[in-house]
Nanobody, 127 residues
Protein backbone atom coordinates (compact mmCIF):
# COMPACT_ATOMS: atom_id res chain seq x y z
CA UNK A 1 0.00 0.00 0.00
CA UNK A 2 0.99 3.61 -0.28
CA UNK A 3 3.45 5.03 2.23
CA UNK A 4 3.42 8.76 2.93
CA UNK A 5 6.18 10.93 4.36
CA UNK A 6 5.63 14.61 5.08
CA UNK A 7 8.36 17.21 5.10
CA UNK A 8 8.81 20.96 5.02
CA UNK A 9 7.62 21.89 8.47
CA UNK A 10 9.56 24.00 10.92
CA UNK A 11 9.65 27.27 12.83
CA UNK A 12 8.48 30.26 10.81
CA UNK A 13 7.45 33.85 11.44
CA UNK A 14 3.90 35.14 11.17
CA UNK A 15 3.31 36.39 7.66
CA UNK A 16 5.73 33.93 6.06
CA UNK A 17 4.80 31.29 3.52
CA UNK A 18 5.58 27.60 3.65
CA UNK A 19 5.19 24.62 1.35
CA UNK A 20 4.76 21.19 2.86
CA UNK A 21 5.48 18.10 0.80
CA UNK A 22 4.02 14.61 1.00
CA UNK A 23 6.29 12.12 -0.72
CA UNK A 24 4.77 8.74 -1.47
CA UNK A 25 6.01 5.28 -2.39
CA UNK A 26 4.92 1.67 -2.45
CA UNK A 27 1.93 1.91 -4.74
CA UNK A 28 0.58 3.84 -7.72
CA UNK A 29 0.27 7.46 -6.61
CA UNK A 30 -2.34 8.19 -9.26
CA UNK A 31 -4.68 5.62 -7.70
CA UNK A 32 -5.04 7.79 -4.61
CA UNK A 33 -6.79 10.96 -3.63
CA UNK A 34 -4.76 13.04 -1.17
CA UNK A 35 -5.81 15.05 1.84
CA UNK A 36 -4.05 17.38 4.24
CA UNK A 37 -5.08 17.64 7.87
CA UNK A 38 -3.67 19.39 10.89
CA UNK A 39 -3.76 18.95 14.64
CA UNK A 40 -3.04 21.89 16.89
CA UNK A 41 -1.85 21.35 20.47
CA UNK A 42 -4.74 20.23 22.64
CA UNK A 43 -7.18 20.11 19.73
CA UNK A 44 -8.66 17.47 17.50
CA UNK A 45 -7.30 16.84 14.05
CA UNK A 46 -9.06 18.93 11.42
CA UNK A 47 -9.41 18.74 7.67
CA UNK A 48 -7.55 21.32 5.62
CA UNK A 49 -7.76 20.36 1.95
CA UNK A 50 -8.08 17.45 -0.44
CA UNK A 51 -7.26 16.82 -4.07
CA UNK A 52 -8.50 14.13 -6.41
CA UNK A 53 -6.08 11.81 -8.15
CA UNK A 54 -6.47 13.76 -11.40
CA UNK A 55 -5.53 17.01 -9.71
CA UNK A 56 -8.58 18.65 -11.26
CA UNK A 57 -10.83 18.57 -8.19
CA UNK A 58 -9.95 20.18 -4.89
CA UNK A 59 -11.80 20.80 -1.67
CA UNK A 60 -10.93 23.13 1.19
CA UNK A 61 -12.29 23.17 4.72
CA UNK A 62 -13.76 26.63 4.28
CA UNK A 63 -13.36 29.82 2.31
CA UNK A 64 -10.68 31.15 4.65
CA UNK A 65 -8.62 28.01 4.11
CA UNK A 66 -9.03 28.33 0.36
CA UNK A 67 -7.63 31.83 0.47
CA UNK A 68 -4.37 30.97 2.23
CA UNK A 69 -3.94 27.24 1.59
CA UNK A 70 -3.26 25.68 -1.79
CA UNK A 71 -3.19 21.95 -2.33
CA UNK A 72 -1.51 20.49 -5.39
CA UNK A 73 0.08 17.30 -6.61
CA UNK A 74 2.79 16.19 -9.01
CA UNK A 75 1.79 12.83 -10.41
CA UNK A 76 5.15 12.40 -12.14
CA UNK A 77 7.08 12.75 -8.90
CA UNK A 78 4.50 11.00 -6.68
CA UNK A 79 4.31 13.97 -4.35
CA UNK A 80 1.55 16.17 -3.02
CA UNK A 81 1.99 19.66 -1.64
CA UNK A 82 0.29 22.10 0.68
CA UNK A 83 1.31 25.72 0.29
CA UNK A 84 0.39 28.02 3.14
CA UNK A 85 0.68 31.78 2.79
CA UNK A 86 0.38 34.58 5.35
CA UNK A 87 1.00 32.18 8.20
CA UNK A 88 -0.60 32.98 11.54
CA UNK A 89 0.25 31.72 15.03
CA UNK A 90 -3.03 29.81 15.01
CA UNK A 91 -1.69 27.76 12.08
CA UNK A 92 0.71 26.12 14.53
CA UNK A 93 0.00 22.41 14.32
CA UNK A 94 1.28 19.06 13.15
CA UNK A 95 0.32 18.71 9.50
CA UNK A 96 -0.54 15.28 8.13
CA UNK A 97 -1.10 14.06 4.63
CA UNK A 98 -3.43 11.18 3.96
CA UNK A 99 -4.42 9.00 1.01
CA UNK A 100 -7.44 7.02 -0.01
CA UNK A 101 -8.56 5.36 -3.24
CA UNK A 102 -12.22 6.28 -2.81
CA UNK A 103 -13.28 9.45 -4.71
CA UNK A 104 -15.85 10.19 -2.01
CA UNK A 105 -13.14 11.25 0.45
CA UNK A 106 -12.63 14.42 -1.58
CA UNK A 107 -16.34 15.20 -1.40
CA UNK A 108 -16.82 14.55 2.31
CA UNK A 109 -13.59 13.76 4.18
CA UNK A 110 -15.41 13.93 7.51
CA UNK A 111 -18.04 11.34 6.71
CA UNK A 112 -15.57 9.19 4.75
CA UNK A 113 -12.23 9.28 6.57
CA UNK A 114 -8.97 8.84 4.73
CA UNK A 115 -7.44 5.44 5.37
CA UNK A 116 -3.67 5.89 4.95
CA UNK A 117 -1.68 8.45 6.93
CA UNK A 118 1.78 9.86 7.21
CA UNK A 119 3.54 10.64 10.48
CA UNK A 120 3.11 14.38 10.21
CA UNK A 121 5.41 17.38 10.07
CA UNK A 122 5.23 20.09 12.75
CA UNK A 123 4.75 23.73 11.89
CA UNK A 124 5.29 26.41 14.52
CA UNK A 125 4.41 30.00 13.70
CA UNK A 126 5.85 32.65 15.98
CA UNK A 127 4.29 36.09 16.28
Amino acid sequence: QLQLVESGGGLVQAGDSLTLACATSGDAFTAYNIGWFRQAPGKEREFVAAIAWTGRTTKYADSSMKGRFTISRDNFNNTAYLHISSLKPEDTAVYFCAADRRPVVVVNPTLFPFQLWGQGTPVTVSS
